[in-house]
C-alpha cells in the first residue's frame, strides 16, 4: 500500500513524471536542453498569466524568497511586509538579513490580511520601495486575497514593487499575475506543480526589471539578470537540477492539457471536501473565515487532549498517512493536511478516515472539540 | 544508440541511480529522510577523508561556492584567490560581489598554480584572512598540486581559511581534506558522484566554524549555520532536491562498496588513456605539463584550420558524442572532454574513433598540429 503523503510540499507526482527524473544527463548548455527550457517558460508564463519574464532557478522555495529580496531592493531601503505566519514572517527576516528596513503589518494566525489595513499602513509608512506578501500561508492554511490586497496597495502607490511568495499557491488557485500588477512572484515545482522539488520559478515584471538596475544588495548565485541573459541563448547560468527540467516538461503539458479553469476548480473542490470532512469529525479549522481557508492546504486544530506528536505519529505507522505538524508557535498545536497537486477526493476521504480511527486513540473526545483554540 | 555525453558534469549515472530519481516522494521532515541524510553524511565523510561537518545544499556548484564566500568572510576582508582558470576567476568575482577585497595569484592558462609563488603572494600579501583555490579547473582540464600548496600556505600563515573549490575534483582523484588541513572543500553531485546536478556538498573545519562566527556577510539560503542545526535533527533548514538525495544515497553505495583508491586509479587511469589518445590523433593538449593534467576532464587544442563549433556540432549531430568547448578566452579554441563519474574506455575509445573520423571533415590535417598552440 502506498504511502498516503498529506503534507504540503513536497507533494507526489504522476508516474510519468517521476519516469521523466530517470532520465539519462544530457548536456544543459546544448540544444535539447534550450528546446526544453523554452518549453518550460512558454508554458510557465501561461499558466503564470504572464508575459513578463519567467526565469528558474535551481533552489527551494526559500532561495526564491531570498532571491526577489536580493534582487529587487538595497540596504537601507525601506518595505513593508505584510505577514499572516510563518512564511510571511520568513520574508520579512530575509530582506531585515540584507539591510532592508522592514516594517511588519501582522495579522492574527487563522486570519487573512485586511487590505484596508494593509493600505494604512502604506499611506502611514511614506517612502516604502516594495510590499512584501505571502498569497497562501503554509503555515495557517489561511489564503490571502491578493486581488483585493494588490489593488488597495495600487490605490496608494501604483508605482510600488509588489513582492509575491505565491510558493504553495500558483498554477493551483487563482493568480493571474499581470492583471493584478504583480512584479516578483515566485512558485517551487513542488508544489501544485506536482514536480520533485529542486527548481523555483519567478516572475520579474518591466517595474521590477527597472528596480533591479537600482538594487544594490550583493548577489551572484540569484541573480536575475544573469538568468535572463543566459535564457535567452536556451541555458540557466549554472548547472541546473537537469531531472527536475526533465519532470516539470511532462508536467506542464498536463497540467496546460487540463487547463487552468479545471486545475483551480479541483484544488477549490478538493479544500471544500477537507474542510467539511475536517469538520464533520468534530474539529475545527485554524481559518477563522472559512472564505479564506486555503485550496492547497488545510490547517486543524489539535483538539484538547491529544498530543499534536502523538497524532501525527500515530497516522504515520498505524494509518500509512503522513500529515505535517504546526511550525513555530503553531507546533504541536495544529496538525495540516496537503490536497495540492495530484490529489484525488478518494485520498483525502482515506484521510479522513484514518483521522477518525486514530483521533480517540490519541485521547480525542469530541465534547473537547475547538477547547483548544 | 545512446548518447556519449563525454562533457565534464552532468556525467551519465548509473541505472540504478537514474532509476532512484523516479523514487516518489517523501516527508523531508519525516524519519525516512533523516535515516537517508544521516546515511548521506556518514558516507560523504568518509569519501571526503574528513572527521568535519558536511552539509549538503540544494543548488549548482557555484551555489556552493557562493556559499564558501558569505559563510566564512566579512566584506572587507581581504583574500587572496589562486586562479588558473574561469572557475578560479568566478571565485574571486564572488567574493568581490559581496566586498571581499581579492589579491588575485594568476597562473597562465593551461599551467597549474605553482606553490612557492602562492606563499610568496601570501608573504607579501599580509593581512590574508582567506585564500581560495581551485583543486582541479574545469574550463582547462589542469588539477593544481593542492597538497602542496596547501603545504606552502601553511608554511606561511597556519591559521589561515583555506576555501577550495573541490567541485570537478573531490570523490574522483585524491584530496584528503583533514590531512591537508582544508578549511572548506565543496563538489557538486553531478561529477563523479554519478549523480544528476541539484546537490552540493560542502565540509566545513573547526577553523571554518570560529571564521563562520565572525563573519558578516549576509546569509540566508546558504547559511551553514542553519544547515548544521537542521542537520543535527536529520533535516536541511530548506526543502531540499529530495529525488537527487535519493539518488545520491545509492550512488555512495556503490561508491563506498568501490573504495576510495580504486575510484582514484580508475579516474588516473581513463585520464592517462584519454591523454594518449588524443595525442596519438596529432593534438595537442592544453595542459602544458602532462603532470597536471586532469584525470577528471581533457582539455584539448582546436587544431589549426578547424571551427571549434563546427567540430562539436559534428560529433554531437553524426557521431552522437557530446563533447564540451572552451569557456572564457578559451572559446573556440579548445574542446574538452569528460572522463569522470560513469565512464568506461569503451566509452572513450569510441569518443577518440569519432574524433579521428570526424576532425579531417572539419579541416584538419595532421601538419597543422599543434599550430594554434
Redesign the interface.
Known sequence: M??N?R?P?????PDDV??A??????????PEFADMLNRITASLQKLFQTKSDVLTL??????AI?SAVVNTLSAGDRALCVSIGVFGDRFA??AR???VEVDKVDFELGTAADPQAVADALKKGGSYKAVMVTHNETSTGVTNDLGAIAKAIRSVRPDILILVDAISSLGSVPLPIDEWDLDVVFT?S?KGWMV???MSMVSVSKRAWDAIEQARI?????DYKKARSFLEKGQT????????YFAMDVALQKLEAEGLASIHERHARLGQFTRDGVKALGLKLLAKDERYASNTVTAVWVPEGVEGSALTKMM?TEYNT?L??GQGTLTGKIFRIGHLGLVSQADLQACLDALKLALPRVGFSPSGVGATA
Open positions: 502506498s504511502v503523503l503534507i510540499g513536497p507533494t507526489p507526482c517521476l519516469q527524473m530517470s532520465r539519462q544527463m544530457i548536456n544543459h548548455r546544448g535551481t533552489s527551494a522555495g526559500t532561495g531570498e527576516d530575509i538579513t540584507y539591510g517551487g513542488q520533485p522539488p529542486g550583493p548577489r551572484y548565485y540569484f547560468p549554472w548547472t541546473p537540477a537537469v531531472s527536475v504515520r503522513v505535517a505538524g
